[in-house]
């Protein structure tokens, strides 16, 4: 009798409110788009709507969605084999091969990878290597940085609001601040790591002063503390380099991918030297293990996703995209633009107003967002691929919205 209520209720609902019923909110107010096609810079609604795609799926998509590359790669993986073993135990050619591509471009004490699930997961595993290999516990991380939201990763996010509902959380964790000399006395002897992001993202784009860097750079080796670079926003030729630290002429003992990694697919990696790394294989033996991390249809996406980026040298025109926005975000009600490539924040007066731009940029068919830790700021991250005569078309767009009453 009640599966037969339940079932006969569920044939009553549309879509949207099975998704509100079933499926577990994040939020009282999500969007609630019912997306059924995604191609390039643009996504389409069940009603037919057009939306030209400005976030990339918070910094995910950055060869666009759907790259026929990526989409190829899948199909082909999932014919051979998808899940086999945990991770670690069989030799599976699509993690080989794109750990084997990421390696070839980085610098050469970055040549051991480690496949996750997730950017939250590879700050989970990259934590527990630094804890590890110095044999220390104290972890220190920045203010308005964002690395995820498992317990450990939570523990170092940088905003009291929105860890405080989850205490009591790990230990040993220091909050420094970003772009404060200052605040590196506070690493020492007794500090396992450093994690910092090379741009921090959700505190609405702030780019790090290339002295304060490469004194923070400095202080990690002094100490012996591991520097932890999360690059799970940016990488990816966003920042208008393959990756954001190379602008900056540093290099992290740790590096943190996620997002654009997959090319679409959930895939996140810590990425270290092989002799830190090896730390992880005894004492105890399995020292950070996951059953799905590395999942070969995931690796040949996000391998495919590298290459076509690298093949279509996407990164050689991001700088000049940048400053094509640069150009055209221009209203008096806009306070600030903060860029490092195609990740900007426009900044308004407040929440408020920015959330009447971006729910008139939405109607407009120009989807947008803001940032955790700057409420007042729109988040600009689209793909790679766009175009100029689509950034022109968004600001006017923007620019239109911000002028609504």
Request: net charge negative; aromatic share 10%; charged share 15%.
């Amino acid at each position: 009798m009640f599966s037969n209520f339940a079932k006969n209720s569920v044939e009553c609902m549309n879509n949207r409110q099975l998704f509100l019923q079933h499926v577990a909110q994040t939020s009282d107010a999500p969007l609630a788009l019912e997306i059924v096609k995604a191609e390039g810079m643009y996504m389409w609604d069940a009603a037919g709507k057009r939306y030209l795609d400005l976030i990339a799926g918070i910094s995910v998509c950055n060869v666009g969605h759907c790259h026929p590359a990526v989409v190829k790669a899948i199909q082909e993986q999932a014919q051979q084999y998808m899940h086999l073993l945990v991770y670690g135990e069989f030799v599976q050619s699509p993690q080989v091969a794109f750990a084997s591509l990421l390696t070839q471009h980085l610098p050469a004490q970055l040549n051991c990878v480690y496949f996750t699930n997730s950017g939250a997961e590879a700050v989970e595993g990259a934590m527990k290597l630094a804890k590890r290999y110095t044999g220390r516990t104290e972890i220190a991380a920045f203010n308005r940085s964002y690395h995820g939201s498992t317990q450990g990763a939570l523990s170092i996010l940088g905003d009291e609001y929105w860890r405080n509902a989850y205490r009591p959380l790990l230990p040993g964790i220091q909050h420094l601040e970003y772009n404060n000399f200052d605040s590196l006395a506070l690493i020492t002897e007794h500090t396992a790591a450093v994690i910092a992001e090379s741009v921090q993202a959700e505190g609405g784009v702030n780019v790090p002063q290339r002295k304060w860097i490469h004194a923070l750079r400095e202080r990690c080796t002094a100490t012996g503390a591991l520097l932890i670079l999360d690059e799970i926003q940016c990488g990816f030729g966003r920042n208008g380099t393959l990756w954001a630290f190379e602008q900056f002429g540093i290099e992290p003992d740790v590096l943190l991918l996620g997002k654009a990694l997959g090319g679409g697919m959930p895939l996140g990696a810590f990425i270290s030297s092989h002799d830190i790394m090896w730390t992880l294989t005894n004492n105890p033996v399995l020292g950070h293990i996951t059953t799905f991390g590395g999942h070969p249809v995931n690796c040949a996406a996000g391998r495919a996703g590298f290459q076509a980026l690298l093949d279509q040298d996407l990164v050689k025109d991001v700088k000049a995209k940048e400053q094509v926005f640069l150009q055209y975000l221009r209203h008096p009600a806009i306070k600030s633009v903060r860029s490092l490539g195609l990740m900007i924040a426009v900044e308004f007066e407040s929440f408020a107003v920015n959330k009447k731009v971006i729910d008139y940029c939405i109607e407009k068919g120009v989807l947008t967002d803001w940032f955790l830790f700057a409420a007042e700021c729109m988040r600009i991250a689209p793909p790679l691929i766009i175009t100029e005569e689509e950034i022109k078309w968004a600001c006017a767009v923007i620019c239109e919205a911000a002028g609504q009453p």
